[in-house]
């Protein structure tokens, strides 16, 4: 790679199962509320007391933002019953083809590295970035800013996102920053049209198509600028 210096990797729903949105349809549907783009929208991917405020919100609930999260959690306990965390098909293979490109790689996601990285992506560990492996984005959502200029201290035209959420696209999109799309495709998820309204130019519906000439194309418009149009 030429321009990109690092490759960020959302956990859930890119290198481990989605199993957050299905229970925040759950949730919603099972408390009263309709679950919409716009539903999805504030409360997947936003800080745990915003994303439990919304769902408050969404179902006319009258509880606290604490109280609404709390009890979603106990929801995804039972749903983790029936569908547990795992690791996706192709995430070693992903880390493989990023190893083989160069470039430094970090996850991320709203939960702490115990649960999250150690629990179910330890074993993978060689992969990641030796001193910074895993971020906890959960206090400052999405977390694109934060983890390029200040925890690594790159230019955005250095990064790349690999993210199933179109908040972290639309983000990326206003940084200027390098952005893979692997939308949430399960039948309640908005994720695809919003990140084609976004104008994100590269999708995949499998990890293992992020390949070294997917890279080295993102890589020459990076450094081109022209990774989201035209200047």
């Known amino acids: 790679m030429q321009q990109i210096r690092l490759v960020a990797l959302d956990t859930d729903g890119v290198l481990i199962n989605d199993t957050y949105s299905p229970v925040i349809e759950r949730f919603v549907t099972m408390h009263g509320g309709t679950y919409t783009a716009e539903v999805e ?8 007391l915003a994303a439990g405020q919304n769902m408050a919100l969404a179902c006319k609930l ?16 039972v749903y ?16 493989e083809t990023l190893r083989e ?15 999250t990285f150690d629990r179910y992506l330890g074993h993978l560990s060689a992969y990641f970035d030796e001193e910074i492996p895993y971020v ?33 696209a639309e983000v990326a999109k206003r940084l200027d ?14 994720q695809r049209p ?25 890589d020459e418009e990076l450094a081109a600028g022209t990774h989201w149009g035209e200047r």
């Not at 009258?62 to 306990?77: K, M």
């Not at 934060?146 to 955005?156: L, M, S, W």
Request: aromatic share 10%.
């Open 41 to 48: 929208r504030t409360v997947w991917g936003s800080p745990q």
């Open 62 to 77: 009258p509880w606290t933002a604490q109280e609404t999260i709390d009890a979603f959690f106990r929801e995804r306990d």
């Open 80 to 95: 983790l019953q029936d569908h547990p965390v795992e690791v996706l098909d192709g995430a070693e293979e992903l880390l």
């Open 101 to 115: 490109a160069g470039v430094r790689v970090v996850c991320y996601g709203g939960r702490n590295r115990e649960y």
């Open 136 to 168: 906890d984005v959960n206090g400052f959502r999405p977390g694109t800013k934060e983890i390029v200029r200040e925890i690594f201290g790159y230019r955005f035209d250095e990064c790349v996102f690999v993210d199933d959420i179109n908040r972290v």
């Open 177 to 190: 920053t390098g952005f893979i799309g692997v939308p949430a495709a399960m039948a309640h998820n908005f």
């Open 194 to 218: 919003e990140m084609e309204a976004t104008g994100v130019r590269h999708m995949v519906d499998d990890i293992r198509k992020i390949d070294g000439e997917l890279l080295a194309r993102i």
